[in-house]
């Protein structure tokens, strides 16, 4: 079955940058879209931003010029780079990626701190 693992969280400033990775691994001929949702505690998960095997982007309006998203098909990997981290982006970054958006895969995922 898949496996999705991320890494690159981290504790950085506020106008600082972070790389997010997400690896696939296992079967995965059924990843199409993979993303990157978030969860800030006591909120629900939303979505950051995702992208298609055709490399089709869509992010959420309040990372929007601030967060990439790419991906390596070869590697079976997605990235995230964010810029100017705001304080409201802490959050558990969660990699997602199957046929739908979401997909039926979630990552374990990894811990961003942004601090004043």
């Known amino acids: 079955q898949v496996r999705l693992v991320e890494s690159g969280g981290g504790l950085v400033q506020a106008g600082g940058s972070l790389r997010l990775s997400c690896a696939a691994s296992g079967i995965i001929f059924s990843i199409n879209a993979m993303g990157w949702y978030r969860q800030a505690p006591g909120k629900q998960r939303e979505l950051v931003a995702d992208?298609?095997?055709?490399?089709?982007?869509n992010y959420s309006d309040s990372v929007k010029g601030r967060f990439t998203i790419s991906r390596d098909n070869a590697k079976n990997t997605v990235y995230l780079q964010m810029n100017s981290l705001k304080l409201e982006d802490t959050a558990v970054y969660y990699c997602n990626g199957g046929l739908q958006r979401p997909g039926n895969y979630w990552g374990q995922g990894t811990q961003v701190t942004v601090s004043s």
């Open positions: 992208i298609t095997v055709g490399s089709t982007t």
